[in-house]
């Protein structure tokens, strides 16, 4: 029992040390453009020490540079959000510029989503424009970005005062 014991904390032990960890990133970076109306316009980094650097553009809580910690484990929750929509096999250019990705029937006047993922091995960035209505990726970069603003709390950092 002892030695069937051993060997299958041995397995466990080698199995965990042989998984393949998700993206090593660095730093994560969300930023939204400009629309017709008042929409925010701004960039967040966050690190995974949780700390912040916020450029509110326009039409933003706070404007200029700020910066700030987030909750504990905010990187780490941003990161499995992204996982789990495998945010690294989305095309780069997701925009009317590319009209394989972006599909027919454009909306006009929404603002810009963009990520930019930062890793040991470089920078993904995807450029994404929520008009591209026959996007077959709009579904998943429309809940990434619901999801996201969640972990930093968009409606409090960013949003301006209502």
Known sequence: MRVLFLALTAFWLTACATAQPGPAWTAIEISEG???GTCPIYTIRVTPD?????????????????????????????????????????????????????????M????????DLTSGGGRQAIAWYPGCAGSPYRDTLTQIREE???VY?????IAPKR
Not at 85 to 92: F, K, M, N, T, V
Not at 153 to 157: C, K
């Open 34 to 36: 400009a629309c017709f």
């Open 50 to 106: 949780d700390r912040y650097e916020l450029n509110g553009e326009r039409f933003t809580r706070t404007s200029g540079e700020t910066t700030g910690t987030l909750e504990a484990g905010s990187f780490q929750r941003l990161a499995a959000i992204l996982q789990a929509h495998d945010a690294e096999s989305l095309p780069a250019d997701i925009t009317p510029g590319n009209p394989d990705a972006c599909g027919r029937g454009i």
């Open 108 to 115: 006009s006047d929404l603002p810009d989503f963009r990520l």
């Open 148 to 150: 996201v603003r969640q």
């Open 153 to 157: 709390d968009h409606e409090t950092l």
